[in-house]
């Protein structure tokens, strides 16, 4: 009698077992590839979230809510908006500009067109752009611009490290701050995950303007871990600037030893 119910009992928990199994795999055939297809996006990224959703149930239906859902499309819907009016505005401030002088050379026209639509702007001419490809003098170069700095420093970095090279950069800003120059830092939630509290604690003190990109503290954003920052920008008084693949840290400039020396 004993054996007979401990037999029962274990087809019951097979039965259930195989039940979730097959009503999970229908509500993911049938709710997943309704997201797929209502929102905007490419086929092929379509098909390939269908197949991982058919071949892999569960994981495929796991990764698709991780990684394949867009969740900022309302605020990038207002900041689309607010970029309309900034462009509605551009003739007031545009116009004082020195717009380049016409060039017959078709592929010159053809890139003139590509800046401005990517960047809604008109290019413009006087400027002096810099190949940097050592990250010792860039660094460098970043200092003394920070140095000389008189109205406005702002920065946005992925990855900024709490390390000598990270904390000396602080220190600077903290130091502009205090003569009187606004300073914003921006930076990204994950790829800066060591900034603490007590890093940034002198820097605000200071009366800098820290904010995080997604710091991943409500549960909507942890969702979004796909979804960073990679903008590595210092812009000094609104007319020195540097870009590129550089982050702000000691494996940077070569003084890491897990890292050597090594160009990003």
Do not use: C
Request: no cysteine; hydrophobic share 40%; proline share 4%.
């Amino acid at each position: 009698m004993t054996g007979e119910r401990l037999v029962a009992t274990g087809n019951t928990m097979t039965f259930l077992g195989w039940l979730i199994s097959i009503l999970s795999y229908g509500l993911t055939l049938l709710l997943l590839p309704v997201v797929l297809l209502v929102k905007k996006r490419q086929p092929v990224s379509s098909v390939a979230w269908m197949l991982a959703i058919v071949f892999i149930p569960i994981g495929g239906a796991v990764l698709f809510l991780l990684f394949g859902i867009n969740r900022v499309e309302r605020r990038k819907a207002s900041k689309s908006r607010s970029t309309e009016q900034l462009a509605e505005q551009r003739p007031q401030f545009a116009a004082p500009l020195r717009l380049p002088r016409d060039d017959d050379r078709p592929e010159t026209r053809r890139l003139m067109r590509l800046a401005q639509r990517l960047t809604d702007t008109w290019p413009t001419e006087g400027n002096d752009i810099e190949l940097l490809t050592d990250t010792n003098r860039t660094l460098g170069l970043i200092e003394q611009a920070l140095l000389g700095a008189r109205e406005s420093i702002h920065l946005e970095y992925y990855i900024w490290q709490p390390d000598k090279t990270g904390t000396r950069i602080r220190d600077l800003l903290i130091r502009k701050a205090r003569e009187g120059v606004r300073v914003r830092f921006l930076y990204d939630g994950f790829g800066s995950f060591w900034l603490t509290k007590r890093f940034l604690r002198p820097m605000r003190e200071a009366g800098i303007q820290i904010a995080t990109f997604l710091p991943g503290q409500t549960f909507r954003e942890r969702w979004s871990l796909n979804l960073r920052s990679h903008r590595k920008i210092t812009v000094v008084d609104g007319r020195v600037a540097f870009t590129g693949g550089m982050n702000i840290g000691d494996e940077y400039i070569g003084r890491s030893s897990a890292f050597g020396y090594w160009r990003d």
